[in-house]
């Protein structure tokens, strides 16, 4: 087993009642799976697996927390921003070391298999026409409509929505004349709120 001396600092650091808990934790996923690493990440130790996190203990003033990356928060009892475990005040905390133990594996091998928590994919926004007045104030404009041409989709997405949302015609019309004269200058929609 290999140790990572922060990690043994961490622990002398913690407060008294825990550190017994931060050993016992650590013990378990090394129990668990022998062969993985030990790291400091976000200021708190991290068990890997194949370079990704595995797991992570963490101590603070009145309480502990434990991680197991990978597992969401389903089920969970507790507060949900301590970690899978709640705020553990001792070991009597802790669920069963087999049962940690099993969801210890379970995690590994989905990271060995290149897995993890699958994001569900957003469906691509649906395109939105160009208005018939937009296309013609841009006809007259030419500089602005290459502008408007070269952009990405999202940054004409942009002057589309905000042009389309217009609930009144003469709210329409002063955005269509913004927004020819902000794509002659060569400006995205939201470049107020770039960075220079």
């Not at 990690?7 to 407060?15: H, P």
């Not at 197991?68 to 709640?86: F, L, S, V």
């Not at 210890?104 to 990271?111: F, G, N, S, V």
């Not at 609930?167 to 269509?176: D, H, L, P």
Request: proline share 7%.
């Amino acid at each position: 087993m290999e140790t990572d001396p922060r990690i043994d600092a961490y622990i002398e650091k913690a407060a008294p009642f825990a550190r017994p808990i931060l050993t016992h934790l650590r013990a378990l996923v090394h129990e668990a799976l022998p062969d993985l690493g030990e790291t400091i990440k976000w200021g708190m130790p991290h068990f890997t697996v194949a370079g990704k996190n595995l797991a992570g203990i963490a101590a603070f003033k009145a309480h502990c927390a434990f991680v197991i990356h990978g597992t969401g928060r389903q089920g969970m009892e507790r507060d949900p921003g301590m970690g899978d475990y709640g705020k553990i005040t001792s070991l009597d905390d802790l669920p069963p070391a087999e049962e940690l133990k099993a969801k210890l594996l379970a995690a590994a091998e989905k990271i060995r298999q290149g897995g993890g928590m699958a994001r569900p994919k957003k469906a691509p926004k649906e395109a939105i026409p160009v208005p018939e007045d937009f296309t013609q104030a841009l006809e007259a404009h030419p500089a602005a409509q290459a502008v408007f041409e070269g952009f990405a989709p999202s940054h004409r997405r942009d002057y589309l929505e905000w042009i389309v949302e217009a609930k009144q015609a003469a709210t329409r019309a002063k955005r269509i004349a913004q927004a020819v004269e902000w794509l002659a200058e060569g400006k995205k929609r939201n470049w107020k709120y770039e960075k220079c």
